[in-house]
C-alpha cells in the first residue's frame, strides 16, 4: 500500500541522507510532503550544492523538476504556511521524517512549541499518535540533547542514528548512505534494497 510521508530537512549536516529518503519514497510510488527550514536551504546548498529558493509556488515547480516527480505525489510547503494539511491532525501524513534533524529542532519538538509549520507537523504527529522518526545530526551529543532524545523516545518516537554499520562493506560514501537510509525505510515498513543485510552463515 502507497503511503503519504512527510519529509523534513533541518539545517543540520546530513542533507543527503533526506534527499536520498525522498528519491527512494517517489520511486516506490510514494506521496511525499516536503518541509526545508530555512537553515535547511543553506545547508542543501553548502553539503549538495543545491540552490533553491523562492516562494512555495517556485520551490514545488524546482522540485517536481529535480525529482522528476508529478505534482500529486510531491509537495512542498513553506514553513510559515500554516494552512497546510500538515499543520491538522485531520489530514496528517500516514508517518514523518526528520532527516536530518538538528539540535534545535529537536529541543523545540521535545518541548511542543510549534514556531513553524515543520514543528507543528511534528507535533501533529505526536498528538496523533503516529510515526515520528528523528535523524540526528553528526556527533558528539550533549547531555541536554540526549536527554531531549530520551524524553522523545519515552513518547515513541523513533530515534534514528546515522551509525551505519560496515559489515556490508561499504565501498562509497553512496554506500553508506544508504545504508542509513535503508534503516530509515525499515522503520516506516517500506520495502528498500539499498543495503546488503547480515545473514546467518552456517559453520561447517
Not at 130 to 152: A, F
Request: proline content about 5%; overall charge neutral; aromatic content about 6%.
Amino acid at each position: 500500500m502507497k503511503r503519504h510521508i512527510a519529509v523534513a530537512i533541518t539545517g543540520a549536516s546530513g542533507a543527503i541522507y533526506g534527499i536520498r529518503l525522498i528519491e527512494e519514497l517517489l520511486a516506490a510510488g510514494n506521496r511525499v510532503s516536503l518541509l526545508i527550514s530555512s537553515s535547511g536551504r543553506i545547508v542543501l546548498k553548502e553539503e549538495l550544492g543545491l540552490d533553491w529558493s523562492g516562494d512555495e509556488a517556485a520551490m514545488n515547480s524546482t522540485l517536481h523538476g529535480h525529482f522528476k516527480a508529478a505534482a500529486d505525489l510531491l509537495t512542498y510547503y513553506d514553513e510559515g504556511n500554516f494552512f497546510s494539511p500538515l499543520a491538522s491532525g485531520s489530514a496528517a501524513p500516514d508517518a514523518m521524517v526528520v532527516a536530518p534533524c538538528s539540535m534545535g529542532s529537536l529541543a523545540r519538538i521535545a518541548a511542543g512549541l510549534s514556531g513553524n509549520l515543520l514543528e507543528r507537523a511534528a507535533d501533529v504527529m505526536l498528538k496523533e499518535g503516529k510515526p515520528l522518526l528523528l535523524l540526528p545530526r553528526e556527533t558528539p551529543l550533549s547531555t541536554i540533547h540526549l536527554e531531549n532524545m530520551l524524553k522523545l523516545a519515552r513518547l515513541g518516537v523513533r530515534i534514528i542514528p546515522p551509525m551505519p554499520g560496515f559489515y556490508s562493506h561499504p565501498q562509497t560514501i553512496d554506500d553508506i548512505v544508504n545504508f542509513v537510509v535503508g534503516k530509515l525505510l525499515d522503520q516506516l515498513g517500506i520495502e528498500g534494497n539499498l543495503f546488503t543485510r547480515w545473514q546467518d552463515k552456517i559453520r561447517p
